[in-house]
Nanobody, 119 residues
């Protein structure tokens, strides 16, 4: 499986930006889809954005036009550029092998990175 370490979270004012990074290990990284997910207190973990092995992207409606997912296969890293942040974006953000999440076979999540947006 792909092992991940998320970083880049922090405290930012509404309207600000953050760039999250997900350093991944595992030989299949370059051939699998990766996703960024988030979980707010008391809520379920939801998919925010996903990117396929060939770079095709998809986004949750709530972040379209504000977030951009990208990947650098040479560095085994996935990024999430978050602009025009809103207080409702506050959550712990995780990255994971999107295909395993979809199949229900992901055995462990990373530690995540906290994003807090103040109003």
């Amino acid at each position: 499986q792909v092992q991940v370490v998320e970083s880049g979270g922090g405290l930012v004012q509404a309207g600000g930006s953050l760039r999250l990074s997900c350093a991944a290990s595992g030989s299949i990284f370059s051939i699998t889809a990766m996703g960024w997910y988030r979980q707010a207190p008391g809520k379920e973990r939801d998919l925010v954005a996903a990117i396929s092995s060939d770079g095709s992207t998809s986004y949750a409606d709530s972040v379209k036009g504000r977030f951009t997912i990208s990947r650098d296969n040479a560095k085994n890293t996935v990024y999430l550029q978050m602009d025009s942040l809103k207080p409702e974006d506050t959550a712990v953000y995780y990255c994971a092998d999107a295909l395993r999440v979809l199949a229900g076979t992901l055995t462990a999540w990373g530690q995540g990175t906290q994003v807090t947006v103040s109003s």
